[in-house]
């Protein structure tokens, strides 16, 4: 190694250490702040038995959210797990016993439109804390001081599946996620608009392990070649931007372009690949009188087949 | 937010609307028929992509479902004996198991009068030697043998049966099984070539299928939850190698070129992935995850020879079988707290490493297109390895209850073999204020800053691969990124709420001389919602983006050019949309009648602009023209219920598809018989179409 590279290498390696200082520092410091406040606070009162008052005397008031309630799964009595199932209506909304003495004061009872979004999920967190949901904490939604009931109902749901407040799964993103609703009308899309799958299919909104709420996989290539499996490879040769993320080249929410491209073929491959020869040629209107095969039908792919990734011995350019 | 794509409507139209609101949606089927008149030049298969709406009778949105105190049963059945039908069952014994199936059948319709000279017989494809001869003899021209082609339906069909087992061993013990199993057949556009004046278009068999296995067990109670599982996914391909007629040969030969070519399709590949995960509540609303999975990716096809021409010689393989195996390991661990109700704190670690232990495959001699053997300047493969490690901290204050102010900060560093930059780093801050829960008011804003900061520099990396030391890839090269995005929704009435967005971003690329250099967009929407009593819904959104991004080249062979800023070139490349949504729902606004009306417009165009160096010695550019896409879709849905168990009603789908796409339009296309290119008339057509269904809907 010569004595530049060294020095490069040192200089390199200084610079991480010394901005990893920070980090660890803050990490550190932040669990030292959660055991410290944790050792001053300490957990929760538990409630005492005698503080509820049991279902039959919430509907006496509150027939009709009763009603709905023993129609969704949270009113099944058979199931241990389920509201109905331990303290009815104040598994929820906590013991009623202050609420029914003040002759139904609402500040004397947990109420959902009135709570912070925190203290929402927390409530519905003591139960949904496995599988899809194992991850809300820290998750963009809860970083966004999204709640439960942004999206759910317990007592007036709208769609047929998980309770939600619009009528499906779409419309329930599209109330913040306008764009990406938007491109699933363009040109090259996935079969959401016909209904073959949505939001979730490929999102978990309620946190995941993955970037970007992708349900499956802990990375982006992950969760497209759950799918797209023959793209899995490992291929012999690889595309490195291909191996790296799909989404440098597809956007999966829609595009102008066929196969979801960011940018029309050859536009796109020549946003990397200019070196000599056709690469770095314009394909202007000249080529397209021409009818040049590296601008018209499917453009760089018209040869480049194999631009997943090749097992040909001889793909080293992807031809093959 | 009421406004939707017509799509929402449409599976609404599946639901009586008697189930909303409700746990299990009512029992129902729709029996009738459906015809659908195109117009003339009409592309049918792109307006059934991913649908089938043939002419014919119809049974549809089958729901059946029994639900007790006890356990909840439900069968689905959806465009049944269509190309995308889909079925459903699934069984809950409340608190012991659950279980489901679902069978969803999609069609990917690429094309119906796409032609071949090619018959397909597994993965070998053959054209008529007399053709082959007539070619390369000279008797005949590629111009007129294409008369010859036979026309075919270019379509995959994508078939997923999906089994989920849950069995609660306790209260606080889940067993969790799955098995889904996708089969992918059909035929796929594709291409094999055998030199620059001589590519052809294929429609390469697709044979596949994938069978995902899952299991594990997790264990949960109020405060602390762990969990083991286990993923396998299993790939296997029927058809692993294509072999293909060279149309313009009849013979193998060293210098003019072979008689077919071969190619290896997608390799048969497994997946193994052992993860396990905790979680545990701390005192003062604190919360801790940890999360760890290993996975290894293997495939071991056996290896093609280098080339299928008898008349090159023999190249030897490094070795049989292509030996390719991926270790990923992934981990996650996050800490959040909320210590008082003022402030909420977020600290996550994410790392996931790729390591690819495939070793080098030797390849000192390589042959092309299976045509030209000559020494290939890399030597062997570069298996690619990079390790991610994310850091993320997110500090929440939240002075009242209805909103919250965060400021936060992530750093990523990618770890990468082979590339130009042997690490990348990017830090972003960001700051977004939400204000929620408000009954008349939602205000969100976020605002994000990024710089990417690529070291270790390899300019011998772009060397071997001929390409300027100043170009960088846009996806790890140095970047500087700024994103706003706001959205607001007024409701000040119950029945009324109006919203709006804006987005903003732009990127910067300022180390790039050549490659991309910025791209920028801005999306901006307004929609309206009225609601002004149960029975009547009416909504409408707008929605216009802009985006744009500027790339540099430089047009040069190998030599003078190479070095000369005259043949420098760039590409401006913008693309506007609009998007729009309406809807209107009258239900019982007249007597025992429910109408439904939407409407989705989408207009987009794309445009490349082409620009020199103003001392330019290239010649001068013919720009382009404006490749635009417009997509129209109306639907009416008028139901009449005779009684509250039978109904009566017709819908009636409007689609109108308008392209004009320079590549693949029929203008530019008109003949399988290119100057250096034997197509299959895979095209971008338009297609208006208009389909009238008739049903009777009972409910039981």
Known sequence: MSAPNLFELLRTRMRRHIIGIPLRLLIASGFAWALAAGLRGGWPAAAQTNDYVGTAVCVTCHDTEGQSLRKTLHGKTENPRSPAATQGCETCHGPGRAHVDSGGEPEKIKRFTAMAARDISATCLTCHNRGDHANWNGSTHDARNLSCVTCHSVHSPKAAKAQLKAVSVIATCAGCHKTEVAKLQRFGHMPVREGKMDCTACHNPHGSTNVRLLKVGNWVNEACVSCHTEKRGPYLWDHAPVREACNTCHDPHGSNNERMLVAKLPMLCQRCHIGTKHPSTIYDGTQLVARSSRLIGRGCVNCHAQIHGSNSPAGNAFLR | MRTTLCLIAAALLLLPASVLGQGLPANSVDFGG??????????????????????????????????????????????????????????????????????????????????????????????????????????????????????????????????????????????????KSTAKTGNQPWAGTFGFSDAVELPVPVDTRTTDLGAGIEWANGRTMARLAYDGSFFSNNVSTLVWDNPLRATDSAAAGPLQGRMSLWPNSDMHTGSAMGSLSLPARSHATAYISVADWSQNDPLIPFTINSALATIPLDRPTANADARITSMNYSFNSRPTDLVYYTARYRSYDYKNRTAVFNVPTTVSYDTTVAAFAGGGTSPLSYTRRTFDADLMLMPFKYGSFRAGYTREQVDQTVRYFDTTTEDTFRVSADTTAVTWLTLRGVYEHAKRVGSGFDEQALDEIGEQVSLRQFDISDRTADRFSAIAQVTPLSQLAVNASVSVGSEDRPGSGFGLRSNNNHAYSAGVDFVPRDAVSMGITFEREWYTALQASRQANPGVQFNDPTRDWTTNSTDTVQTL????????????????????????????LYGLAPNTTLAPVVQLP???????????????????????????????????????????????????FLMMGYLARPYTANTLSGRLTYYW
Request: no cysteine; net charge neutral.
């Open chain 2, 626 to 676: 404006v490749v635009s896409n417009e997509l129209q879709r109306g639907t009416l849905d008028v139901r009449y219920h005779f009684t509250p168990k039978l109904a009566a009603g017709v819908v009636y789908w409007y689609d109108r598809y308008i392209v004009n796409d320079f590549a693949q339009s029929a203008s530019t296309l008109t003949s399988l018989a290119q100057p250096s």
């Open chain 2, 581 to 608: 949504s309406a809807s209107l729902d009258l239900l019982k606004a007249w007597p025992k009648t429910d109408v439904r009306m939407a409407y989705d417009y989408s207009r987009a165009e794309s445009q490349y």
């Open chain 2, 34 to 179: 459906r015809a659908t008149a195109f117009a003339a030049g009409s592309d049918e298969a792109r307006s059934q992509r991913y649908r089938d709406t043939r002419n014919g009778l119809t049974l549809d949105a089958f729901t059946f479902g029994k639900d007790t105190e006890m356990r909840r049963f439900s069968l689905q059945a959806d465009h049944v004996g269509y190309l995308d039908q889909h079925y459903a069952a699934a069984w809950n014994e409340f608190g012991r198991f659950k279980v489901s199936f679902d069978w969803n059948q999609t069609p990917l319709f690429f094309n119906e009068d796409t032609k071949t000279l090619f018959s397909t017989s597994r993965g070998v494809l053959r054209i008529d030697d007399a053709i082959q001869a007539g070619l390369q003899g000279g008797t005949t021209t590629l111009g007129s043998a294409v008369s010859q082609a036979h026309p075919f339906d270019l379509r995959v069909r994508r078939d997923v049966a999906d089994f989920k087992m849950t069995y609660s061993a306790t209260e606080h013990v889940d067993f969790k099984i799955s098995l």
